[in-house]
């Protein structure tokens, strides 16, 4: 049987994508470094290999078997104020260590690959919804190693036919949701697992950056997608590779957006737990909204989200925050 390669496998949304591809009958193969992935989150069915995508030897050994056929990377650093006090890293591991991976894919004849980008690739937006037409002007070396990447992509299928999909993520949010597996980012800079650490008492107030945009409540708005219907798009991208003789890029939102407020006022309600807010001066780059318009998803993949509620995305979250403590401590 063919296998996947999930690079970044043992991650947040990596270790949603491996049980999702072995739920639906895949053999899977995880490569990770553990640096920020969990041992523990990857799924008992598949193959776990410890090491780095920029090992050559490594490489050319798992895709000398010839059972692996496609290849999905969730391998990025993804921090984009990180990534502004220190490019080189993001630029070594976002861009040379993903074209280490995409040379070996070549050289071994591997030509289905699902990429993760990111909505950073377009920077402030123009107009909203953002769909896939939208200018790419990142604001950061994150946005910009991002892009770079889709870019190689383009020019590697026209000269060697390595076809690829790359799925442009806004704001993964939520968690499996019988709450087994979520968000596990030391330190987190997300929203949702923020504020809920703040109604588990793991964490003593949420920091609210800028009150003053021009929203109906002040807040900047953002549009959140479940973790479980972003990979069920990555597994229809491999269908899509598997008929199409080209590759495509895809936003992968609800289209719908929500404010930070909106976020604080939804955790409320399903926690039954006071939170405490500090408001604080915007940060710089912020913009005022941030919506995908996923209309080519679903209509090209035929993605359909089960969970695009906020309600549902906070729920499934905190069952997660609540089974989270222990590894914390």
């Known amino acids: 049987m063919s296998a996947v390669l999930i690079v970044g496998g043992a991650g947040y949304i990596g270790s949603h994508m491996t ?52 290849v999905i990377h969730m391998a990025s650093d993804i921090q984009v104020g990180e990534s502004v006090t220190a490019p080189a890293k993001y630029y070594r591991n976002n861009l040379c260590h ?25 920077g402030n937006p123009v107009y909203s919804p953002i769909d896939e037409a939208h200018p790419k002007q990142p604001l950061s070396p994150y946005g910009h190693s991002k892009l770079m990447v889709e870019q190689i992509l383009a020019d590697f299928e026209r000269a060697y036919g390595l076809r690829s999909v790359c799925l442009r993520y806004f704001n993964a949010a939520g968690a ?28 003593e107030a949420i920091t609210v950056f800028g009150t003053d945009y021009a929203t109906a409540d002040g807040t900047c708005i953002r549009d959140y997608v479940h973790v479980v219907d972003l990979c069920t798009a990555h597994q229809l991208a491999l269908d899509f590779l598997a008929s199409s003789p080209t ?23 399903i926690t039954g737990r006071d939170i405490a807010v500090i408001t604080s001066e915007r940060r710089p780059g912020d913009p005022d909204t941030l919506v995908a318009d996923p209309a080519l998803a679903r209509g090209q993949l035929g993605w359909a989200p089960q969970y695009a509620d906020l309600d549902t995305i906070v729920r499934h979250a905190w069952q997660w925050e609540q089974r989270a403590g222990a590894w914390r401590r």
């Open 98 to 122: 993903t074209l280490v991976l995409l040379e070996r894919m070549v050289a071994h004849g591997i030509s289905s690959f699902v990429f993760s980008s990111s909505a950073a690739i377009f």
């Open 176 to 203: 499996q949701p019988d709450g087994s597996l979520g968000e596990r980012h030391l330190p987190e800079t997300h929203l949702i697992p923020l504020v809920l650490q703040a109604a588990s008492g793991h964490r």
């Open 19 to 70: 049980r999702v591809l072995c739920d639906a009958g895949y053999r899977v193969v995880v490569l990770d470094n553990l640096q920020s992935g969990y041992r523990d989150a990857v799924d008992s069915r598949a193959e776990l290999v410890v090491g780095e995508m920029s090992d050559t030897a490594l490489l050319d050994r798992l895709f000398a078997a010839g059972s692996i056929r496609h």
């Open 247 to 269: 590759g495509a890029s895809f936003n992968l939102g609800n289209g719908t957006g929500f404010s930070v407020q909106q976020v604080i006022d939804t955790a409320r309600r």
